[in-house]
């Protein structure tokens, strides 16, 4: 059994991520530098997937194997490879769930990641986002949508042209972006935020929605600061979600103000992401916004991060389990 594997116990990073970006629903994406989680993961004798430890969100994650998202990819992958072997896993989440970050997304991309890494990578990238997208959908009604996991998984932004059979295009984006996070601590269910949604648009919403993302990607790749600006936009996600989220419109208008290229909502919220040009302005704007959730006595948590080009990585890896 040993020639089947590289190693026998990996400890992968995989990163939080940004989608819909506004003007993009269920189809933009970007990775970001942090947070992120962490996942070991041993090859063991036992058959089947055993969830060894939580750490970071124990009273939310489900230990069983069932539920857990990045035990139900890792499910989809090892019925493929119908193995003789067992894996186990410690999943060490550092970002919080129903937060808008992708969190199960990456929790998903991580254990895909580091079993194709241990069996040496028998696995493309795209056979690795069908395998998550099955964890991700836990978290979503069963609707599989894979702007999360694809930054995740590919690193960088990302569209999603179609998930069957995937179909992932990466867009370069400007060197100098940076992105700052705020993510007031409440949460909001991905599920219950879908569901709010209209299932029918107008004609002439629909209209400047895909005007916009498609000048987004035009922006991003010229690079035209002006047209992103113009661009992150969003008619039809944005005026249901926001009221989810205390003084949004106001944390918005005060990112703008302070110099944002774009703000909206990440994902499905709470988390709200502001695009820049530099460190100092995405660190002023995370200051000047969470003042906004100060003053409504709504703690929150900041993060300021360029673009993830990388996406998963290997932190550690050893056959010492
Ligand atoms: N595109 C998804 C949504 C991302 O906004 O519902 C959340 O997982």
Redesign the pocket.
Known sequence: MKNLFKAKKVKVFSPASV??VGCG???F?FALHQPGDELVMRIVDKPGIHITKITGDEHHLPRDAKKNTAAVSLRAMMNALEPKFGVEMELHKKMPLGS?L?S??ASAVASVFALNVLLKKPFSKNDLLLFALEG?KI??GNIA?A??VAPCLYGGFTLVRGCNPPDVISIPVPDDLYCTIIHPHIEIK?EF??RI?RSQIKLSDAVKQWGNAAALVVGLMKPDYELIKRSIEDYI?EPI?GSLIPNYFLLKETALKNNALGCS?S???PSVFALSRSEKEAKLIGTEMKKVFTKIKLKSDTFISKINYEGPKIISISDNT
Do not use: K, Q, V, W
């Open positions: 989608s819909n629903f269920d189809i994406g808008g992708g199960s997304a991700e978290a979503s949508h702007d999360n991905t935020a879908r949604l996600i979600r909502i994902g499905s919220g």
